[in-house]
């Protein structure tokens, strides 16, 4: 799966919030190599993230 694909189906996607991390060096199975901690690191950077503050004009 490309970039550009992907980037194409979350810019269809209704809802304001959205990150795409991308990892070079990690497979499909992510969670069982041995850099399974670079994946760790961005899920928590994901999860730990303030709220977003509405911009009004």
Not at 36 to 42: E, G, P
């Amino acid at each position: 799966m490309n970039s550009r694909f992907v980037l194409g189906f979350t810019s269809n996607l209704p809802h304001a919030d959205k990150q795409m991390v991308k990892m070079a060096g990690l497979a499909h199975t992510a969670l069982l190599g041995i850099n399974r901690h670079r994946l760790f690191h961005a899920m928590q950077a994901f999860l730990s993230m303030p709220e977003r503050i509405p911009f009004q004009s």
